[in-house]
């Protein structure tokens, strides 16, 4: 529609200069009016084209040129030609900025000035070609800015969506690898030690053995099992980000585990990924311990400082360098890499080393 109209207006527009008539003082019918108003025509309808089919700069430049060059001589002969020089201004501007589309400006009021000369015709012409060419230049460039505004915006709406888009990717891998963590810290210790416990029983009562260590063996299985469900409840928790209270959690894993277990420092509740951290990290040292150094001694100390909360699990040396756990063989390996994992997300450290009374893990979050 708008080449439509464009091309309209074209068509209106060399009718009514070649119908015009000439300011006062210049001929009817000169020779070069015919000329100028084919090279106009030619001028405009290229420009048109050129936008289309997006010439290079250098066409698009000569073809405004051309428009400029015969509506400034052309509007001696007859005015309303200046129109054509306010359309070049006008496709100068929005095609070009600085000095080219400056360079068609001039060239239309130069082409008038002469004209306006050379046929006598008023002076005043110059001056309303120059405003209509200064005009056309700045409707053009207002234009221009505004398409390159639209532009940007688009490329930032675009970035947006990629940068948006990124993030839900990478939140959702970071959801995923939390679930990975809870998936390996609940289920990976508790059916782990108690597939061994049920096997334990099966052998027991396949081989006609003792009936009552067999029933020990199923009821601590039944104690992993409620173990492993409460565990599962605390990850749910964790999930929906309720605070936790670490130093409860912690004297129940102690109770069970037959740890020792000291608390020092104003104990305090825990934000729910905190508090999930470090209960995960003395579960996984004490869960190690009992693999690596069963029978050994295990405590636990939490301290609650002003800007961090520490946690230290220390185990002493396995009593019987021949003893082995029946743990060894459960768990994937991930244990230490996750609790890594857990305690970097939340700005934290992680030290893993031997001491002098055997193996101590500590874990520090600040709060």
């Known amino acids: 529609m708008l080449s439509a109209a464009r091309l309209a207006a074209l068509a209106g ?7 015009q008539s000439p300011p006062k003082g210049v001929g009817v019918d000169h020779p070069l009016q015919a000329v100028l108003t ?11 084209a050129n936008r289309r089919l997006r010439a290079p700069s250098r066409t698009t430049w000569c073809l405004l040129a051309l428009l400029a060059l015969s509506g400034g001589g052309l509007a001696a002969l007859a005015p309303l030609a200046i129109t054509f020089m306010a359309v070049a201004g006008l496709g100068a501007g929005i095609a070009f900025e600085g000095a080219p589309a400056l360079g068609v400006g001039v060239i239309g009021v130069c082409a008038l000035t002469v004209a306006t000369f050379a046929l006598a015709a008023p002076a005043v012409l110059v001056a309303e070609g120059a405003v209509s060419v200064v005009v056309g230049l700045m ?7 505004y398409a390159e505004r639209t532009f940007q915006a688009e490329e930032l709406l675009a970035e947006r969506v990629r940068a948006d888009a990124e ?21 990976a210790h508790s059916l782990g030690a108690l597939s061994v416990q049920l096997d334990a029983a099966d052998a027991l009562m396949e081989n006609g053995g003792d009936i009552t260590r067999a029933r020990q063996l199923v009821q601590h299985a039944r104690r992993l099992a409620v173990q492993g469900l409460e565990e599962t409840r605390q990850a749910v928790h964790a999930l929906r980000d309720e605070p936790v209270a670490l130093a409860e959690q912690l004297a129940s894993l102690a109770a069970r585990d037959g740890t020792e277990l000291a608390v020092t420092g104003a104990p305090r509740p825990l934000a729910a990924d905190a508090g999930l951290a470090l209960y995960r990290a003395a579960q996984e040292a004490v869960t190690n311990a009992r693999k690596h150094a069963p029978g050994s001694r295990v405590s636990i100390h939490l301290d609650f400082e002003p800007q ?11 009593p019987d360098v021949d003893t082995g756990s029946d743990l060894k063989t459960t768990g994937g ?18 030290i893993a080393e031997p001491s002098a009374l055997g193996w101590t893990v500590q874990v520090a979050v600040p709060v």
Do not use: K, P, Y
Not at 139 to 145: L, W, Y
Not at 308 to 318: I, M
Not at 333 to 350: A, C, D, S, W, Y
């Open 308 to 318: 961090s909360t520490t946690l230290r699990v220390t185990n002493g040396l396995c």
């Open 167 to 187: 993030r839900d990717r990478a939140a959702a891998l970071a959801e995923r690898n939390r679930i990975g963590r809870e998936v390996h810290d609940v289920l």
């Open 38 to 48: 084919v090279g106009a025509g030619i001028g405009w309808l290229g420009w048109m």
């Open 139 to 145: 409707v053009g460039a207002s234009r221009r800015q």
């Open 333 to 350: 390996g991930f244990g230490l890499q996750g609790m890594r994992e857990r305690i970097e997300l939340l700005g934290g450290q992680v």
């Open 13 to 19: 527009l060399l009718w009514a200069t070649a119908h």
